[in-house]
């Protein structure tokens, strides 16, 4: 096994004239939950998108298990689940029908729709018609579409987007279930600072294409309180929360 379940080389992109990353050099450790967290327009989608193989930019080499994308798409991509933004669902057919179609073609094992259904705790609610599910349950219904065929790396694009505060937490307790129960390395973009620090083991931080930091949250915390006590002189700096130690990286007091 890898230690880096997804790696890029400065990776840059551009669309048309218009530069939107700038050698973003990404490692995201197999058994994270890594979080890709920038302000709205920083590049996280384009370079999820990048990852998934549906854009392409000349000259990079971008990794996944060790492998090449370009190269090995489709044994990749049968080992990788993912979600960008909002599912699409079919909302007069049933949760467990939708799941039955994904996992139809996605050519994935019988039982499987009851195992994800399971997994993201809609069992109970499996013959309902989505037009009758919450916000928050239709997620949970795209995770479990991402879920068929039991990928081991999930690639989730603000996944939490539209919902409330209730809807937020619910998708947080299953991604954190999702890494400790079943082992799955789980790379999510947001750019919900404060709700990601609760759940994530890992960062990167984006802003205007520039990847300004990566590595463990503990890392990223001891650093920033670092630097930030011998800019305050006060070593009883509290720990600094995500949300301040993104303010100082983008706008740097030194
Ligand atoms: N298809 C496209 N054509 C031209 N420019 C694009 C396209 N998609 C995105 N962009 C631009 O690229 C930049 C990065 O966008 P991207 O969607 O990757 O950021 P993001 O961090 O995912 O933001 P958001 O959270 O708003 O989705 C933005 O300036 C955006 O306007």
Do not use: C
Not at 195 to 204: I, L, P, Y
């Amino acid at each position: 096994m890898t230690s880096h379940i997804v790696q890029t080389d400065r990776l840059s992109y551009s669309y048309g004239d218009r530069p939107v990353l700038h050698e973003v050099s990404l490692q995201v450790p197999t058994g994270s939950v890594f979080g890709f967290l920038g302000p709205n327009g920083s590049g996280k989608t384009t370079t999820i998108r990048l990852l998934l193989g549906l854009i392409h930019a000349r000259g990079h080499r971008i990794k996944l298990f060790g492998h090449e994308i370009r190269r090995h798409r489709l044994p990749i991509l049968r080992r990788v689940g993912a979600l960008i933004e909002t599912p699409t669902l079919y909302p007069h057919l049933s949760g467990w029908q939708n799941l039955e179609i994904g996992r139809l073609a996605r050519n994935a094992k019988r039982g499987q729709v009851e195992k994800v259904l399971e997994m993201v705790g809609l069992t109970r609610d499996a013959s309902r018609k989505v037009s009758s599910y919450s916000l928050g349950m239709r997620q949970r219904l795209g995770i479990a579409l991402a879920l068929l065929g039991d990928p081991e790396l999930l690639i989730l694009d603000e996944p939490t987007n539209g919902l409330d505060p209730g809807g937020i937490r619910e998708i947080r307790t299953l991604l954190v279930g999702l890494s400790q129960s079943y082992g799955k390395t789980i790379l999510i973009s947001s750019h919900l600072l404060a709700e990601m620090e609760k759940m994530v083991t890992h960062v990167a931080i984006i802003n205007a294409g520039y990847l300004l930091f990566q590595g463990s949250i503990d890392h990223l915390r001891a650093d920033q309180h670092d630097r930030m006590s011998d800019i305050s002189n006060d070593p009883s700096y509290a720990i600094p929360t995500l949300e301040d130690i993104f303010l100082n990286l983008t706008n740097p007091l030194i």
